[in-house]
């Protein structure tokens, strides 16, 4: 057995709902969480887990846990980049609170690691490190932007820290309420390769300057088996 340590934060407390990552508590035997200047660590119980958004769902059954407890409010919007933002947690390094800060570097779909599923992240330049998983990312708002959760190697790339946005995070706790358990996100069902290749395009019977996806692999179960055909050039969606 071994211990491991990351970062969560309230938000709902009439819920009493704690927000984390899936990663922190993966393989868990027990959970415990500790509110920040306390010594007192509380038993707390695995509501959900959403592996492929890398998001988990806590609670804390004892009361005390709960007195004057903050709650963090969640943005609605998607940063744009070069928007500030500032990473709180506790990282390696110390035992108290760290606040790191940056500026939103990009915004597109990325591979998660947790599961290797590709859904939206922000990448920032705000220091990342072991223990800032499941910390919330703020706006000069004060609103929370997303939730910490990797970041790149020094051995790759310096200043490179990822967070999970609200909209993603806002489909998993939606998600939850609705069915009382996470479902998932959806999928197309289908795999695809790009056509960068003009001779691939060529062969196809595409124009030049023609771009799409030519679809490789369907599921047989998927919805999409009923409209599409391997070999398919996937042009526009609407």
């Known amino acids: 057995q071994y211990r491991s340590s990351g970062s969560g934060f309230c938000i709902d407390r009439e ?77 390696v390094g110390g035992d108290t609170i760290s606040v790191t800060s940056g500026v939103v570097s990009r915004v597109e779909v990325m591979t998660y690691a947790q599961t290797c599923a590709e859904l939206l992240g922000i990448q920032i330049d705000a220091a990342i490190n072991s223990g800032n998983s499941g910390g919330p990312a703020f706006n000069d708002a004060g609103e929370c932007l997303g939730m910490a959760f990797q970041s790149l190697g020094s051995e790759k790339a310096e200043n490179i820290g990822y967070v999970i946005p609200t909209v993603v995070i806002m489909h998993f706790l939606n998600d939850l309420l609705k069915h009382k358990k996470y479902t998932g996100f959806p999928t197309l069902g289908i795999d695809t390769q790009t056509m960068e290749n003009a001779h691939l395009r060529e062969a196809f019977g595409m124009q030049p300057k023609q771009k799409g996806l030519l679809v490789s692999r369907i599921a047989p179960t998927s919805a999409a088996a009923d409209v599409l055909q391997i070999g398919d050039v996937l042009l526009s969606f609407d």
């Open 15 to 91: 819920r009493r709902v704690i927000l984390t990552n899936a990663h922190c508590i993966e393989w868990h035997a027990q959970v415990k969480v500790q509110r920040r200047g306390s010594d007192t660590k509380h038993i707390a119980k695995v509501v959900s887990v959403g592996w492929e958004c890398d998001c988990a769902v806590l609670t804390v059954e004892e009361d005390e846990f709960w007195e004057g407890i903050q709650v963090v409010q969640l943005s609605k919007k998607v940063p744009h980049l070069e928007d500030p933002v500032v990473c709180v947690g506790f990282p």
